[in-house]
Nanobody, 119 residues
Framework: QVQLVESGGGLVQAGGSLRLSCSAS????????MGWYRQAPGKQRDLVAHITTGGITDYADSVKGRFTISRDNAKNMVYLQMNVLKPDDTAVYYCYADQVLGSARRDYWGQGTQVTVSS
């Protein structure tokens, strides 16, 4: 089992910044991709950004140039620096981790952290 705990959410004005952190613990061997999804009220959960163990990143078009994902493999942490925040960024942000052990693959999710951007 892998446990993911997010922190860093909150209320910020449009144009402001927040940094989300996610800590992984437990059976962390075999984790490759880690990243962030978000879910706004009444909408589906969508990918924001992800990063591989080797540092390859991918972003949703809506956040490119504003958000930066990073990872500290030694500390089992993943971060999301969010700049120039917009009201449309308001959502619950979820950390996730993709683990592969032999032929078994499993995704893990954090409990989510609320990000609210006021106009």
């Amino acid at each position: 089992q892998v446990q993911l705990v997010e922190s860093g959410g909150g209320l910020v004005q449009a144009g402001g910044s927040l940094r989300l952190s996610c800590s992984a613990s437990g059976l962390i061997f075999g984790i490759n991709v880690m990243g962030w999804y978000r879910q706004a009220p009444g909408k589906q959960r969508d990918l924001v950004a992800h990063i591989t163990t080797g540092g390859i990143t991918d972003y949703a078009d809506s956040v490119k140039g504003r958000f930066t994902i990073s990872r500290d493999n030694a500390k089992n942490m993943v971060y999301l620096q969010m700049n120039v925040l917009k009201p449309d960024d308001t959502a619950v942000y979820y950390c996730y981790a993709d683990q592969v052990l032999g032929s078994a693959r499993r995704d893990y999710w954090g409990q989510g952290t609320q990000v609210t951007v006021s106009s």
